[in-house]
């Protein structure tokens, strides 16, 4: 709660204090251009370090120097989105049953068990002797997963390998029952962290809308995230309350794509709600998460929006060029 940012909205059209200098050319994606911006050579290391840097600042929040002035709170800290509290907590420390293990209900699971913040902060992903953690698992994940919705042109080489984790968000996040709160808080410290590195208006609202678009909308049709993956269920806003998508295709998910409130596993990490430690926006008017203003194209199947944006700029997702 030490910063109170409202909206993503609110972020995005404030000025960040300090950008790199130039702006994006259209046929660079955002990893490459901030990776040589930040780090000189675009090699497959650098681009994994840029992704470790912005991740981990997003789970722990801002740790490196320098940075741009900005504070990042992090997703393991709790705070308020459009003036609703949220605590993420409570899904990466074991305390509730929310995690998909591949069993028909959710399992509970510490995540913070490779070292908990420690490493994080010495740019890694977990203790060096705990490689075969969740925590470890998870967070190599993510930086592969950004990364190649990023656009990183050098994945998949040996530095810095593809995604290897669940291509369906859905099927990942679906037993946590997240709202539109929960998720707009996680894309708000995502485009937080990218702008503590400096990373630019313009990019930090292609980002944000592609995520609120992708993740935050129930019912969404099978999209491509992941290229090699093809077209996966990606809704991960599954809360009753979560705005529909335009093209809602609700019959592909589990119980017509409504999730239901996971149970406390720990009440004293889950902070000792009654029954659901995520129901913080339980009853509330349903959140119209914000709309993204930049164009996309319309209609049909994301399939060919991927394919039309890899024409286009010869990348994937986020990195074309908006
Ligand atoms: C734009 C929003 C988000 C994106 C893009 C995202 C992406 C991901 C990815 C790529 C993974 C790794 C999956 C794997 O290892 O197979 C993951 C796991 C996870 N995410 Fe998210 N996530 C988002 C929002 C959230 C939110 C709001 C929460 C709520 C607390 C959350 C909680 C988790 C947890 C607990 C895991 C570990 C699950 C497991 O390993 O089974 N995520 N997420
Ligand atoms: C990218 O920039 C070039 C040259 O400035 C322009 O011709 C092209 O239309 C732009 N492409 C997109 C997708 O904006
Ligand atoms: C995070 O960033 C803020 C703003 O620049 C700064 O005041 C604070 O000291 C930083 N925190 C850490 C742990 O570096
Ligand atoms: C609940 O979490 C606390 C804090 O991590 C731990 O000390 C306690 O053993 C846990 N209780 C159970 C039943 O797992
Ligand atoms: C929270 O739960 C713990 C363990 O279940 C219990 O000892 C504690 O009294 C509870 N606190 C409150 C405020 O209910
Ligand atoms: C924030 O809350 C206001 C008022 O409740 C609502 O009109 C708006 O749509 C919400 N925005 C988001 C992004 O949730």
Same mark, same amino acid.
């Given at each position: 709660? +030490?910063?109170?940012?409202?909206?993503?909205?609110?972020?995005?059209? !404030?000025?960040?204090?300090?950008?790199?200098?130039?702006?994006?050319?259209?046929?660079?994606?955002?990893?490459?251009?901030? !990776?040589?911006?930040?780090?000189?050579?675009? !090699?497959?290391?650098?681009?994994?370090?840029?992704?470790?840097?912005?991740?981990?600042?997003?789970?722990?929040?801002?740790?490196?120097?320098?940075?741009?002035?900005?504070?990042? *709170?992090?997703?393991?800290?709790?705070?308020?989105?459009?003036?609703?509290?949220?605590?993420? @907590?409570?899904?990466?420390?074991?305390?509730?049953?929310?995690?998909?293990? &591949?069993?028909?209900?959710?399992? @509970?699971?510490?995540?913070?068990? &490779?070292?908990?913040? $420690?490493?994080?902060?010495?740019? $890694?992903?977990?203790?060096?002797?705990?490689?075969?953690? +969740?925590?470890?698992?998870?967070?190599?994940?993510?930086?592969?997963?950004?990364?190649?919705?990023?656009?990183?042109?050098?994945? &998949?080489?040996?530095?810095?390998? #593809?995604?290897?984790?669940?291509?369906?968000?859905?099927?990942?996040?679906?037993?946590?029952?997240?709202? #539109?709160?929960?998720?707009?808080?996680?894309?708000?410290?995502?485009?937080?962290?990218?702008?503590?590195? &400096?990373?630019?208006? =313009?990019?930090? =609202?292609?980002?944000?809308?592609?995520?609120?678009?992708?993740?935050?909308? +129930?019912?969404?049709?099978?999209?491509?995230?992941?290229?090699?993956?093809?077209?996966?269920?990606?809704?991960?806003?599954?809360?009753?309350?979560?705005?529909?998508?335009?093209?809602?295709?609700?019959?592909?998910?589990?119980?017509?794509?409504?999730? !239901? *409130?996971?149970?406390?596993?720990?009440?004293?990490?889950?902070?000792?709600?009654?029954?659901?430690?995520?129901?913080?926006?339980?009853?509330?008017?349903?959140?119209?998460?914000?709309?993204?203003?930049?164009?996309? *194209?319309?209609?049909?199947?994301?399939?060919? +929006?991927?394919?039309?944006?890899? #024409?286009? #700029?010869? @990348?994937?997702?986020? @990195?074309?060029?908006?």
């Amino acid at each position: 709660m +030490r910063l109170q940012i409202p909206t993503l909205l609110t972020l995005l059209t !404030t000025a960040v204090p300090l950008t790199l200098a130039q702006s994006r050319p259209n046929d660079t994606t955002i990893c490459d251009f901030y !990776t040589t911006a930040l780090l000189k050579d675009n !090699t497959a290391a650098n681009q994994l370090k840029l992704l470790t840097l912005i991740v981990n600042t997003v789970v722990i929040g801002n740790y490196t120097t320098p940075n741009v002035g900005i504070a990042v *709170p992090g997703i393991l800290a709790p705070g308020k989105f459009n003036g609703t509290e949220v605590n993420l @907590a409570p899904f990466f420390d074991g305390a509730l049953f929310s995690t998909n293990d &591949g069993k028909s209900e959710g399992s @509970a699971v510490n995540f913070l068990d &490779g070292g908990g913040a $420690k490493p994080l902060m010495e740019n $890694k992903a977990a203790d060096d002797d705990k490689k075969d953690s +969740r925590q470890y698992n998870l967070l190599t994940h993510l930086y592969e997963f950004f990364g190649s919705l990023l656009g990183c042109s050098q994945q &998949g080489m040996d530095d810095y390998p #593809a995604y290897n984790g669940v291509a369906s968000m859905y099927e990942v996040h679906k037993f946590m029952n997240l709202d #539109a709160f929960q998720i707009g808080y996680f894309i708000q410290q995502v485009a937080l962290s990218a702008a503590s590195f &400096g990373v630019a208006k =313009e990019d930090l =609202e292609v980002v944000g809308a592609a995520l609120d678009k992708l993740f935050n909308k +129930r019912c969404s049709p099978a999209t491509v995230v992941i290229p090699s993956a093809g077209p996966q269920l990606e809704s991960m806003c599954i809360a009753s309350s979560c705005p529909l998508d335009p093209m809602a295709a609700c019959g592909l998910y589990d119980k017509e794509g409504t999730g !239901t *409130p996971p149970k406390v596993a720990n009440a004293s990490l889950a902070g000792n709600t009654s029954s659901t430690a995520s129901a913080s926006a339980t009853g509330t008017a349903s959140a119209t998460a914000s709309k993204p203003t930049t164009t996309t *194209p319309t209609g049909g199947a994301a399939v060919e +929006r991927v394919g039309s944006f890899a #024409a286009v #700029a010869g @990348a994937v997702l986020l @990195a074309f060029a908006l």
